[in-house]
T-cell receptor, first 113, second 115 residues
Framework: DAGITQSPRHKVTETGTPVTLRCHQT?????MYWYRQDPGHGLRLIHY???????DKGEVSDGYSVSRSKTEDFLLTLESATSSQTSVYFC????????????FGEGSWLTVV | DQQVKQNSPSLSVQEGRISILNCDYT??????FLWYKKYPAEGPTFLIS?????DKNEDGRFTVFLNKSAKHLSLHIVPSQPGDSAVYFC??????????????FGKGTLLTVNP
């Protein structure tokens, strides 16, 4: 298994509170991604990073921010959580070898009440 | 604007028979296509891929076919096994310049293989 650790794995939070999800990798891969999975929508890219301090928006970035201060860590922050952000969040990593080397973490289940 | 479409939310087949999962795309810039498999409570795992310079790629029981003119690809699983029961995601990508590699996923198809 690729060395990807997501934390927390499960979280329940209240509307309006800030939430940070952490993705930690031990593979030294350059690219890191945050996806969310929702019924009827599949996997949608929130933000991604192509290097330390280099990040860019995905297709559903509103309400989310990210930071990557170290190669191994990619943080996803919900500044003020809303019920529409209740979802399963997957971190993924890849290297320059190609997209078939994208590996996903096990997911973080977030419920905003 | 859904660029990758999996129009069948679910598919049920008998063990031993062929499973065919379909995927359509609209962006002609896509040049690399992948299939991911996902079990409940786990992250997606890579299954098979195909470059736009090919029309077929085979790996054991799994074969992916690409029809560029129709912007259509399909995943064939022969023979299907109960352990193949999972959600299958089609994904596509293109090099948008520089060093950006991003995947666009379809909504997924739930495959159920009945014993």
């Amino acid at each position: 298994d690729a060395g990807i650790t997501q934390s927390p794995r499960h979280k329940v939070t209240e509307t309006g509170t800030p939430v940070t999800l952490r993705c930690h990798q031990t593979e030294n891969h350059r690219y890191m991604y945050w996806y969310r999975q929702d019924p009827g929508h599949g996997l949608r890219l929130i933000h991604y990073s192509y290097g330390v301090k280099d990040t860019d928006k995905g297709e559903v970035s509103d309400g989310y921010s990210v930071s990557r201060s170290k190669t191994e860590d990619f943080l996803l922050t919900l500044e003020s959580a809303t019920s529409s952000q209740t979802s399963v969040y997957f971190c993924a990593i890849s290297d320059m070898a190609g997209l078939d080397t994208i590996y996903f973490g096990e997911g973080s289940w977030l419920t905003v009440v | 604007d859904q660029q990758v479409k999996q129009n069948s939310p679910s598919l049920s087949v008998q063990e031993g028979r062929i499973s065919i999962l379909n995927c359509d795309y609209t962006n002609s810039m896509f040049d690399y296509f992948l299939w991911y498999k996902k079990y409940p409570a786990e992250g997606p795992t890579f299954l098979i891929s195909i470059s736009s310079i090919k029309d077929k790629n085979e790996d054991g029981r799994f074969t992916v076919f690409l029809n560029k003119s129709a912007k259509h690809l399909s995943l064939h699983i022969v023979p299907s096994q109960p352990g193949d029961s999972a959600v299958y995601f089609c994904a596509a990508s293109y090099n948008s310049g520089g060093s950006n590699y991003k995947l666009t996923f379809g909504k997924g198809t739930l495959l159920t293989v009945n014993p």
